[in-house]
């Protein structure tokens, strides 16, 4: 069964890191966002890869190519973004003669037994609740758990059970034919094409989808959740030790776990955690910073950090004061 990931989006939520870096690429409780989808997918079993690239395509797939060198991988490249349906028809060279396939969006964290649904006798898709259905795909399903509906980003939402950008295709010919329905009638959706909309064709026409709900989902767009994601999961990691995991000995720093930090950091003089984390070859000096992702090279002189999120190559330092307070005085520097 091939894999179809769709990496080709530019990231409009997470402005300005998405200008040169992938959101992929994030760094998330200690690795970036598309390593907890792809092991997690190999571990069910899954190496054969299809990617479809677009923005900042090509440092996906160096970063793909170096650090899974042993995955049998294609990479597409969707020149025009113009969805998800659009995306999945870019690589259709590389899946019409698929008897199955699986689809996981490049920017989604989840937490689910992916063998209930490779093991599936129907088409399935992963699903989870929330609390505001607006800004995502949602399905409509009975209580067999048969999918009856599916909408993208409805205006007034009959289901609050979102669709988590987890598919699992046995019709892969029918799959092709829905989208060349949309993209023939220029039948789109907020502005494109959407897979969502070519999943309904298909149950329009017959096809069987079962609705599977995952244990966790993060949906990794925008800063909040980003930061969300990476509190818990360096939550989840730590719980997994007796003892909080080994890290250098760098000058005069405390770390408050949990605190994933990259290979060849130098930081010294400074108060790191509780729930951060920093990329390789970051430079951190006299500086205070939690609830925190920082990027790959970044470079922070006495800084006060919480719920941040610092970029590649980014260099901040902060500001030396000499105040002299006098009494019953109140100063907000936040």
Same mark, same amino acid.
């Given at each position: 069964m091939k894999v179809i990931i769709p990496v080709a989006g530019a990231g409009m939520r997470?402005?300005?890191?998405?200008?040169t870096q992938p959101k992929p690429l994030m760094p998330v409780a200690g690795k970036p966002i598309i390593c907890f989808i792809v092991d997690k997918l190999r571990e069910a079993g899954l190496n054969d890869f299809v990617f479809v690239l677009g923005y900042l395509g090509e440092k996906i797939r160096h970063f793909i190519e170096e650090t899974y060198p042993?995955?049998?991988?294609?990479?597409?490249y969707?020149?025009?973004r113009e969805g998800s349906a659009h995306a999945i028809a870019t690589a259709r060279e590389t899946i019409e003669d698929e008897d199955e396939i699986f689809i996981a969006f490049g920017d989604t964290i989840f937490e689910m037994d992916l063998r209930q649904m490779l093991d599936c006798p129907h088409s399935c898709l992963g699903v989870k609740k929330v609390a505001d259905p607006r800004d995502f795909g949602v399905a409509e399903f &009975?209580?067999?758990g048969r999918v009856l509906r599916m909408v993208?980003?409805?205006?007034?939402p009959k289901s609050n059970m979102a669709l988590v950008g987890l598919y699992k295709v046995k019709e892969v010919p029918a799959l092709l034919r829905a989208i060349d329905y949309l993209i023939l009638h220029d039948m789109r959706t907020v502005g494109e094409f959407q897979l969502t909309d070519a999943l309904q064709y298909m149950t329009e026409q017959g096809v069987y989808f079962q609705a599977l709900t995952v244990n966790n989902w993060f949906d990794c767009g925008r800063k909040e959740v980003l930061l969300e994601t990476n509190a818990v999961l360096l939550d989840q990691?730590?719980?997994k030790f007796t003892t909080p995991p080994i890290l250098p000995d760098f000058d005069n720093t405390i770390f408050i776990h949990p605190v994933a930090v990259g290979d060849n950091c130098q930081i010294s003089n400074s108060i790191i955690g509780p729930h951060v984390t920093i990329g390789d070859n970051a430079s951190i000096q006299r500086s205070i910073i939690q609830d925190s992702i920082v990027g790959n090279f970044a470079a922070l002189e006495e800084v006060v950090l919480k719920h941040s999120v610092i &970029?590649?190559?980014?260099?901040i330092r902060g500001m030396n004061l000499s105040l002299n307070i006098g009494d019953n005085t109140e100063i907000d520097f936040d």
């Open positions: 997470l402005r300005p890191h998405t200008y042993d995955l049998k991988v294609e990479f597409v969707q020149e025009h &009975g209580e067999d993208e980003k409805p205006r007034i990691r730590d719980r &970029g590649s190559d980014a260099s």
